[in-house]
């Protein structure tokens, strides 16, 4: 099955530095990935969409210069926190759709996500 | 903008007891996916079950089955036969032409 490997799994920084969190489909090319927050005990709030070659699409609310995201090729996505702060600590999740397959026909494949702990 | 509800945050059944888990939708798309997807304590988001808008048939997969209320937008999700792996978060989604949405989340536990 398809496999979406996110690292790292836990992070933990100092306020004011930056942290890079990469998403990697390993055996699907994915033009678009999806990067999601998730606070505890609360769903998955969309954060941005990410397109293969171009720039992110963000979610009202989502400072593009504090979260980047760089789609550089069809199997790596990155987010980049910067200058992170302790509000910043949360549980980051990316997912991504098969290129091969049609818009509606497959299920997103999600990472294992990633715990960001800033102190 | 599509929204995705579900209205019972927490919910409790015995081990072997039948639960279900409601969820409902808004959307002005008529081409659409919507899912259940699981997500236990390792917080790994596992797909239970999706359906199809444009089928009529509710989807199936052993004991989970759901009932899709198209005019209703209406999508649950029904467990039969409980068992303790169950337990986990539950969360019913919506995916049109661009993302996928997720509802608040329901969470499940089996009790033995």
């Known amino acids: 099955g398809a496999v979406v490997s996110q690292h790292p799994s836990r992070v933990i920084c100092k ?23 998730q606070f505890p005990k609360q769903s998955l709030m969309l954060m941005a969409t990410s397109n293969e070659g171009s720039k992110a699409t963000y979610e009202q609310g989502v400072e593009k210069d504090k979260f980047l995201i760089n789609h550089a090729s069809l199997t790596l996505s990155t987010l980049t926190v910067t200058s992170a702060h302790p509000e910043d600590s949360s549980f980051y999740i990316c997912s991504a759709r098969d290129h091969g397959v049609g818009r509606y026909n497959s299920p ?11 102190t | 903008a599509q ?3 579900q209205s019972q945050p927490e919910m409790s059944v015995q081990e072997a007891e039948t ?4 969820c409902t939708y808004d959307t002005s798309e008529n ?4 899912f259940w997807y699981k997500q236990p304590p390792s917080r790994q988001m596992i797909l239970v079950i999706r359906q199809e808008a444009y089928k009529q ?3 199936t997969e052993n004991r989970f089955s759901v009932n899709f209320q198209k005019a209703a937008k209406s999508f649950s999700l029904k467990i039969s036969d409980s068992q303790l792996g169950d337990t986990a978060m539950y969360f019913c989604a919506f995916q049109g032409a661009q993302k996928l949405v997720f509802g608040q989340g329901t969470r499940l536990t089996i009790n033995p």
């Open chain 1, 15 to 37: 306020s004011g530095t930056s942290v890079k969190i990469e998403c990697r489909s390993l055996d699907f090319q994915a033009t678009t990935m999806f990067w999601y927050r």
């Open chain 1, 108 to 118: 997103l494949h999600f990472g294992n996500g990633t715990r960001l702990t800033v």
């Open chain 2, 3 to 5: 929204t995705v509800t």
């Open chain 2, 19 to 22: 639960v279900t888990l409601s």
């Open chain 2, 31 to 34: 081409n659409y996916y919507l």
């Open chain 2, 57 to 59: 048939q509710n989807a």
